[in-house]
């Protein structure tokens, strides 16, 4: 199963991407990004995003975000980057402490 996931970021998501939480995975490109503690802190909050939301509206939601701001005319990556729980992830991804004391729905904040 990881093996798949692995081949799926690899060869589908992109060669940027360095790694991805589809809950309970986190799927890494390589041992570099596995160690890095800011990256794995990253994929949590987007796994606190996925409980809250029951999987399957996280992902709706995710791609209707994107897609949005792709028709706004926004390139893939500033599309990406205006994801609202891009944005919380990204913001938080340095304080290790911040999923324990995180609120529901924080995401929230950045639309």
Do not use: T
């Not at 798949?4 to 990004?33: C, Q, S, T, W």
């Not at 995003?49 to 005319?73: D, N, S, V």
């Not at 205006?82 to 913001?91: M, Q, S, T, V």
């Amino acid at each position: 199963m990881i093996l798949i996931f692995h081949f799926f970021l690899r060869y589908f998501v992109g060669k940027n991407v360095r790694a991805m939480a589809i809950f309970p995975f986190i799927i890494v490109k390589d041992k570099e990004v596995k160690q890095n503690v800011s990256v794995i802190n990253h994929e949590k909050i987007h796994w606190k995003q996925q409980i809250e939301l029951l999987l399957l509206f996280f992902y709706i939601m995710y791609f209707c975000f994107y897609i949005y701001y792709r028709f706004k005319g926004m390139n893939h990556f500033n599309a990406y980057m205006a994801i609202p729980f891009e944005k919380e992830a990204y913001k938080n991804q340095y304080n290790i402490s911040y999923r324990k004391n995180r609120p529901l729905f924080a995401w929230l904040k950045f639309l």
